[in-house]
C-alpha cells in the first residue's frame, strides 16, 4: 500500500543485486511511494546479478560504478542528477564485502591487503559518497541518507569477522559526516542496524544459518526481513523524520535489548556440546 511518503523526491540507491537484496527491496518501495530513483553497483556485480531487470521495471537509471572510487562516484552523482532534473533528495548504501570472509580466514589469521579491501568496499565507500555528494551539493536540503549495519560494531559476533569492524567504522563516519551534513545543508545521515537477513552476501558469513535461527529465538518480535527494512528506510527517506540524524536505529525486533530468552535458554540446554574442530576441541573464535 502506498501512502506518497516519496512523492516527487528522487535519489539514487547503491548496491541492489538481485530480489534477496534489501537495496532491491528498497528501490522498489521508494518508487512505490512516489520517488524516481537511479540504482549502481559494481560492473560485476550488474553482470552476475539482476540489477538491469529492476531498471527496466523501475524505469530506473542503472550506472555501474565502484564504489571505492572517486571518479566514478562522480559519474554516478552527474547521472542521476541528470537523468532525473536535479538535486537527489536520499541516498542508500547497501555494500559489504569481505575477502577475508570469503577465503575463509579468520580473524586471528587476517590477510591485512584483504582487510583494507573490506574496509575500503564496505565503510570508505560511505564517507567517499558523502564527500561527492557534498562537494557537489548533490543533495537537497533536509535530504537523508542511510547507511545499512549490522550489531557485530557492537557487539561480538561469531564468524562475523573483520566485517565488525568495517561496520564499526561505518556507523562512525554516519555520526561524523552527519553533524557536517546537518550543520552546513541539513542533510541527515543515520545507520540502520538490520536483523541477520538472508542476502546472497549475508550468507557467506559462518554460521549464518545459525546466527539466524538463535537471532529469532532471541528476538521477541523475531527478525526483521528485507522488506520490513525497506519500509523503515522509507520512513527515514521521507520527511516524517526530518530531525533525526547521526543515530543508529536497531531494527531487529529487539534483539539488541535482550540477555536472553525463553526460546534461546530451551534451546541451549538440549547440547551442551561445543561447536569443535576435527580433534575435538571447542572451537572459541
Given at each position: ?14 548496491g ?56 566514478e ?46 574496509l ?109 527494512c ?44 561445543g561447536?569443535?574442530?576435527e ?7
Amino acid at each position: 500500500m502506498s501512502h506518497n511518503l516519496l512523492k516527487g523526491k528522487k535519489g539514487i540507491i547503491f548496491g541492489a543485486l538481485n530480489d534477496m537484496s534489501i537495496a532491491w527491496k528498497v528501490a522498489e518501495r521508494c518508487v512505490e511511494e512516489g520517488a524516481t530513483v537511479s540504482l549502481s553497483n559494481t560492473p560485476f556485480a550488474i553482470r552476475m546479478g539482476n540489477t538491469e531487470e529492476l531498471a527496466e521495471k523501475l524505469n530506473a537509471k542503472l550506472i555501474p560504478a565502484d564504489a571505492t572510487k572517486v571518479e566514478e562516484l562522480e559519474q554516478v552523482f552527474d547521472e542521476s542528477m541528470q537523468a532525473m532534473g536535479g538535486k537527489i533528495d536520499f541516498m542508500l548504501h547497501s555494500i559489504g564485502m569481505s575477502p577475508n570472509v570469503r577465503k575463509k580466514r579468520t580473524y586471528d589469521d587476517l590477510d591485512y591487503h584483504m582487510l583494507n579491501q573490506t574496509l575500503d568496499i564496505s565503510a570508505i565507500s560511505f564517507h567517499k559518497m558523502l564527500q561527492v555528494a557534498y562537494k557537489k551539493d548533490a543533495i537537497n536540503e533536509w535530504g537523508s541518507v542511510v547507511a545499512l549495519t549490522y550489531g557485530a560494531a557492537h557487539r561480538t559476533m561469531y564468524g562475523y569477522n573483520d566485517m565488525a569492524d568495517a561496520k564499526a567504522m561505518l556507523e562512525s563516519i554516519a555520526r561524523s559526516f552527519g553533524y557536517i551534513y546537518g550543520r552546513k545543508r541539513s542533510v541527515r545521515i543515520n545507520t540502520i542496524s538490520q536483523s541477520p537477513t538472508l542476502t546472497t552476501a549475508g550468507s557467506g558469513i559462518k554460521g549464518f544459518d545459525s546466527l539466524m535461527d538463535f537471532s529469532e529465538r532471541m528476538s521477541p518480535l523475531g527478525n526483521a526481513t528485507a522488506a520490513e527494512c525497506a519500509d523503515y528506510c522509507i520512513t527515514l527517506f521521507s520527511d516524517l523524520t526530518k530531525k533525526v540524524t547521526m543515530q543508529n536505529l536497531f531494527h531487529d525486533g529487539g534483539y539488541s535489548s535482550m540477555g536472553m530468552s525463553y526460546r534461546a535458554m530451551e534451546q541451549y540446554i538440549k547440547s551442551f556440546e561445543g561447536i569443535k574442530d576435527e580433534d575435538g576441541n571447542v572451537i572459541y573464535g
